[in-house]
């Protein structure tokens, strides 16, 4: 099953608007929100905002693209947003379509070497899991649903 960063609750997503989040950054929010939430928020949304965060620190990445990043990876660490995270199964999704977002924008930098420690640390948090749960499709092109454009 293929996820879309975009649905009917999530159309107001554009990227100005999770681009001002940008401020809410910082990096020990970041560790605090997914160790907290990584049980509730589920693996998928967890995977993705690892390889968020492991792309922001490679010196490769441009400024624009950084800014994507931390628009969302700030929405992530947001305790109140569009969807409040407490709501169970539906709490995360605006996260999970702001990370989406993110990922598409910024896939080109995904390198192997980032995939490798997003799922080491999944593994140091989780144990064994099932690798079918994270996959997430690097080239939306095909899906006329998909809007990355910045």
Do not use: C
């Amino acid at each position: 099953m293929q996820t879309h960063p975009r649905n009917n609750q999530t159309d107001r997503m554009t990227p100005k608007n999770i681009e001002k989040y940008q401020d809410r950054y910082n990096e020990q929010d970041f560790i605090a929100k997914v160790t907290k939430a990584a049980k509730k928020a589920g693996i998928k949304v967890v995977y993705l905002a690892l390889i968020l965060y492991y792309v922001l620190k490679s010196p490769k990445v441009k400024m624009a693209d950084k800014g994507k990043i931390w628009g969302a990876l700030g929405y992530f660490i947001l305790p109140i947003d569009f969807i409040p995270d407490f709501i169970p199964i539906a709490g995360y999704t605006d996260d999970l379509a702001a990370l989406l977002w993110a990922f598409y924008s910024v896939a080109k930098n995904v390198t192997p070497e980032i995939e490798s420690q997003a799922k080491q640390k999944l593994h140091d948090w989780f144990g064994d899991y099932d690798e079918t749960e994270i996959i997430i499709e690097k080239n939306p092109d095909n899906d006329p649903d998909i809007d990355v454009q910045g």
